[in-house]
């Protein structure tokens, strides 16, 4: 049985990792904030973000507790619906934040029913197209580094749509997107095998967006959705196959139990999750340097509170990529070059189960947070102070989402 490590912090090695702990970061979404949830409805919170300037406000918080999460991903039309104000760019820097990957939207218009830049009729490819060079430009001003694709386009039904043409025109409007990039930006290219279409997704899988992905151009890159993977799939071998490949791009990161469930990464197997980041950790071990890739949450919570969610996951993730960091390489190489088959497992499984306390107590000392994010966000009442606020902004706009008060009983 795998023995339960308890680390010293007295060896270089466990010097090198609280040090790699440093300098992990991990991006937070916009819509993580607000009132979202399945589409069978949503369950309002008071405490939810009303506007970007509350999103900006919750990322503030979050980051002010865990130290790991400088940047916040937006969602272009759901963040600025009357277009944008770089007065964002102040408010973001005032929360402690900074802006970081930009999402077009080319799913919510009606126009989009049968695609977006997989569209037969050119004129709507065009308007997708000009809408993703409008973020482009969005990211210009913000300085961010990232460009994050993802496209409902697929079809519901078999004979719906000529599956190579949809390919070619997809190719042709990015590689026009790619080629208005700046040159320090990267497109993150995502994939997911269903939903909202039921038939097929234009970019469906790892492989559809790395060949999409080598056509665009240099700039282009593999983004690996944890939650956007037919059950069973081996992702952690998917992001050996990218890094490899130098073609990972990043990762939006949450877990799932049937679909893309959205739920909190490592509710429901913490294992995968270490298995990829152990992948990522071998890589960096072999080649003496961090891996540049975009480390991302893509999770909206109908029943959990936003921020503790939030909270929870960012701290989860520092936890699991703790874990993956505390894999003995040697030993795991000597005993994979023995064929030692239990072995080599032995070597995963001890990493997974050293208590990495000490560790993430060190990280968090040196980047000046709480020693246990998620009890010093709770003791500090913010929740309740914001359900105050947003309940009376939600008032003064005439905003009716809020939850049902609950009646007395009898
Ligand atoms: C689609 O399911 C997705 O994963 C994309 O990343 C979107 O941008 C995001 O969720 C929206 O919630
Ligand atoms: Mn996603």
Redesign the pocket.
């Known amino acids: 049985m795998a023995r339960r490590k308890i680390l010293s912090l007295s060896s270089a090695r466990e010097r090198n990792i609280i040090k790699r702990l440093q300098r992990f970061t991990v991006e937070v ?1 916009s ?1 993580g904030y607000a009132n979202t949830g399945t589409r069978f409805g949503k369950f309002f919170q008071d405490a939810a973000a009303v506007d970007l300037a509350d999103k900006l406000e919750d990322a503030g918080v979050t980051h002010g507790c865990t130290g790991i999460c400088p940047t916040v991903a937006v ?1 272009v039309l759901w963040d600025f619906p009357n277009g944008f104000d770089a007065s964002v760019i102040r408010l973001a820097k005032r929360n402690g934040v900074k802006i970081g990957a930009i ?1 077009p939207n080319v799913f919510q218009d009606q126009r989009y029913k049968y695609g977006s830049v997989t569209n037969q009729d050119a004129a709507i490819r065009r308007q997708a197209l000009d809408h993703i060079v409008d973020s482009i430009e969005i990211g210009r001003k913000t300085r961010s580094q990232y460009l ?1 694709l ?1 496209f409902a386009d697929g079809a519901n039904y078999p004979g719906q749509g000529d599956i190579r043409r949809r390919k070619a025109w997809a190719t042709a409007a990015l590689k026009e997107a790619h080629a208005r990039m700046p040159r320090n930006m990267t497109m993150l290219l ?1 994939y ?1 095998p269903f ?1 909202p279409a039921t038939y097929f997704t234009d970019f469906f899988d790892w492989g559809s967006s790395y060949v999409f992905c080598k056509a665009i151009g240099r700039q282009a890159k593999v983004l690996v ?1 944890t ?2 993977h037919l059950p069973g799939c081996n992702i952690e071998q998917i992001v050996a196959w990218l890094i490899d490949e130098k073609m990972l791009g990043g990762f ?1 990161f949450n877990d799932r139990k049937y679909a ?1 469930d959205d739920l909190t990464v490592g509710s429901i197997d913490p294992y995968q999750a270490f298995r990829i980041f152990n992948e990522i950790f071998a890589y960096e071990a072999e080649v003496g340097k961090d891996l540049d890739i975009a480390y991302m949450i ?1 999770q ?1 919570h109908n029943i959990k509170p936003k921020v503790e969610a939030m909270v929870q996951t960012v701290c989860t993730v520092q936890t699991l990529v703790a874990k993956a960091l505390c894999v003995d390489r040697k030993a795991l190489a000597m005993a994979q070059k023995r064929e030692d088959v239990v072995g080599a497992e032995e070597v995963l499984r001890a990493a997974f189960d050293t208590d990495v306390t000490p560790l993430l107590k060190a990280v968090r000392k040196a980047l000046g947070v709480p020693a246990d994010p998620l009890k010093a966000y709770r003791a500090s009442g913010y929740e309740r102070r914001v359900a105050r606020q947003r309940r009376a902004k939600r008032k003064e706009l005439g905003l009716t989402e809020g939850p049902l008060r609950r009646r007395k009983p009898g």
């Open positions: 979404p819509w969602h999402n994050s993802w995502e997911k939903e959705d939650g956007h939006h893309d893509d909206s």
